[in-house]
């Protein structure tokens, strides 16, 4: 068994690595939001972060073992964002789900357009995976289409799978169209939302169908 010095001094040199392994992250992630990630070198890093090139090199790996990190923290990001949002009303739900990313891409727009563009181009979302964000992201779609079904919102003549996928496929575009500077995120709320909400419309009761049609209306009109 250590002694309590050596352990101590163990836990202590673990701290510090620890930070010193977020400190160069942290600043990853600025040089990914200014620079993009193809201008992104460990040179680069080694040098804004004060340590060495070996340093940051048998810390993380190369490049590519960074931004993985980096990517890694935002699906887990993003899977918080998006857990337990209000589902009782469809339209809420819908709103709910594109308000908690919108939140969270505003707190950092840079990095995020930067690292989905970066992630698609590698791969790195790993669409197959249970945890990664496709599949936390249309988990909670099926659960708003199963909930509105229950609740008498919907028909129930279109399988939940396929109008989950069609509603998280609105946000995908309407993300890809933002990540590639064509809209910014007040656009990219609006055509999430009218997107959803003409899915909806598919499978929607009367009564609902006309709550769907009004809320669209508002929202192209009031730009809201």
Same mark, same amino acid.
């Given at each position: ?116 563009? *970066? /992630? +698609?181009?590698?791969?790195? #979302?790993?669409?197959? @995976?249970? &945890?990664? =964000? ?27 799978a396929k109008l989950a996928e ?34 909806? *419309? /598919? +499978?929607?009761?009367?009564? #609902?169908?006309?709550? @769907?049609? &009004?809320? =669209? ?8």
């Open positions: 068994m250590d002694s309590p010095v050596i352990a101590r001094g163990n836990i202590t040199r673990q701290a510090n690595k620890k930070l010193r392994r977020q400190h160069i992250l942290d600043i990853a992630k600025n040089l990914i939001a200014t620079d993009g990630f193809e201008a992104f070198t460990l040179t680069q890093l080694a040098r804004k972060a004060g340590v060495s090139s070996p340093t940051v090199y048998n810390l993380f790996g190369k490049k590519n073992d960074i931004f993985q990190e980096l990517v890694s923290e935002m699906v887990t990001t993003i899977g918080v964002a998006l857990s337990n949002p209000d589902i009782s009303d469809p339209i809420e739900g819908a709103k709910a789900f594109t308000d908690n990313l919108l939140h969270l891409y505003q707190q950092d727009e840079a990095f995020y357009r930067a690292a989905f563009l *970066a /992630a +698609d181009r590698t791969g790195l #979302f790993d669409h197959e @995976l249970p &945890t990664g =964000i496709f599949h936390q992201s249309l988990k909670i779609a099926e659960r708003i289409c199963a909930e509105a079904k229950a609740n008498g919102f919907l028909h129930g003549n279109i399988e939940t069609q509603l998280f496929a609105c946000q995908r575009l309407a993300r890809q169209d933002w990540v590639n500077g064509y809209i910014d995120l007040k656009r990219y709320r609006k055509q999430v939302l009218i997107g959803m909400y003409i899915t909806y *419309a /598919a +499978d929607a009761r009367p009564d #609902f169908y006309k709550r @769907l049609c &009004t809320t =669209i209306q508002l929202l192209t009109m009031n730009n809201c």
